[in-house]
Nanobody, 114 residues
Framework: QVQLVESGGGLVQPGGSLRLSCAAS????????MGWYRQAPGKPRELVAT???????NYADSVKGRFTVSRDNAKNTVYLQMNSLKPDDTAVYYC????????WGQGTQVTVSS
């Protein structure tokens, strides 16, 4: 059984930074692709970033150059460093583990507002 717990969300002013964390239980983290997604009110869930088992990363165009995804296999944790935040980044952020199927966390709210 895999459980994912996100943390690190909150309220931040435009231009600020936040670091999200997603801790995974179970033994398959190191062999799984991890991803961050977000869902704003009234909009579909969208991909933010992914990181493969080998550390290859992929980003949505809207966050390239501002967000960085990383992983620590020793801690079963994936991170999303978010810099230069904009009001459009406001959303619930979810992490996902993919290993034969998708596992999702419960989400953490990020609000960018002055």
């Amino acid at each position: 059984q895999v459980q994912l717990v996100e943390s690190g969300g909150g309220l931040v002013q435009p231009g600020g930074s936040l670091r999200l964390s997603c801790a995974a239980s179970g033994s398959i983290f190191s062999v799984s692709t991890m991803g961050w997604y977000r869902q704003a009110p009234g909009k579909p869930r969208e991909l933010v970033a992914t990181i493969s088992t080998g550390g290859n990363t992929n980003y949505a165009d809207s966050v390239k150059g501002r967000f960085t995804v990383s992983r620590d296999n020793a801690k079963n944790t994936v991170y999303l460093q978010m810099n230069s935040l904009k009001p459009d980044d406001t959303a619930v952020y979810y992490c996902k583990l993919f290993r034969f199927r998708d596992y999702w966390g419960q989400g953490t709210q990020v609000t960018v507002s002055s």
